[in-house]
T-cell receptor, first 112, second 115 residues
Framework: TQLLEQSPQFLSIQEGENLTVYCNSS?????LQWYRQEPGEGPVLLVT?????EVKKLKRLTFQFGDARKDSSLHITAAQPGDTGLYLC????????????FGAGTQVVVTP | ETGVTQTPRHLVMGMTNKKSLKCEQH?????MYWYKQSAKKPLELMFV???????ENNSVPSRFSPECPNSSHLFLHLHTLQPEDSALYLC??????????????FGPGTRLLVL
């Protein structure tokens, strides 16, 4: 079973600060997705990265995919309380037929 | 609104009860999934259906019984559950083969409490 590790498990910051969440695996991903989940809701897709070294930006969120396609990071600039949530990374592996391996998530709390 | 709906949103049941969870997707996808989400643990894939046929069963106890009558609907029938089965049950759908990124879209989940 491939393991997908996220760090840190929990992050509490003040509004306006920056934060980075990491996602690592020993196996190569065919693609990697980042989701955000709010209490009482299902995960909502933020971005999918597929190319090694790829960088995608979504407003104040920056997603990087490692050159070796084994790791990814999510960076939030000038965090706002609305960024509070559980951030999940999910990797798709070659020959996995659409199945995703999820990390345990990083709980982010942004206080005003 | 992700295009995937789940009912009920909350369910409390005793260990001897029988209940069913329902999922419906309005996205025209050909694959549907059941996941279990417990606190501080990764989402656990339970079942996968493709074109209404079950293609994966990740060693899930027989007290969980899935049903996929058509490509838009998915059920999870529950009977004689245990307290450790209390969790958030998430349904998802995707278009396998048509979307190179094979994005999964999740419903809001059913929060299940087994007493």
């Amino acid at each position: 079973t491939q393991l997908l590790e996220q760090s840190p498990q929990f992050l509490s910051i003040q509004e306006g600060e920056n934060l980075t969440v990491y996602c690592n695996s020993s196996s190569v991903f065919s693609s990697l997705q980042w989701y955000r989940q709010e209490p009482g809701e299902g995960p909502v897709l933020l971005v999918t990265v597929v190319t090694g070294g790829e960088v995608k930006k979504l407003k104040r969120l920056t997603f990087q995919f490692g050159d070796a396609r084994k790791d990814s990071s999510l960076h939030i600039t000038a965090a706002q309380p609305g960024d509070t949530g559980l951030y999940l990374c999910a990797g798709s592996y070659y020959d996995s037929w659409g199945k995703l391996q999820f990390g345990a998530g990083t709980q982010v709390v942004v206080t005003p | 609104e992700t295009g995937v709906t789940q009912t009920p949103r909350h369910l409390v049941m005793g260990m001897t009860n029988k209940k069913s969870l329902k999922c419906e997707q309005h996205l025209g996808h050909n694959a549907m999934y059941w996941y279990k989400q417990s606190a501080k643990k990764p989402l656990e894939l339970m079942f996968v259906y493709s074109l209404e046929e079950r293609v994966e069963n990740n060693s899930v106890p027989s007290r969980f019984s899935p049903e996929c009558p058509n490509s838009s609907h998915l059920f999870l029938h529950l009977h004689t559950l245990q307290p450790e089965d209390s969790a958030l049950y998430l349904c998802a759908s995707s278009q396998v083969g048509g979307d190179p990124q094979e994005t999964q879209y999740f419903g809001p989940g059913t929060r299940l409490l087994v007493l």
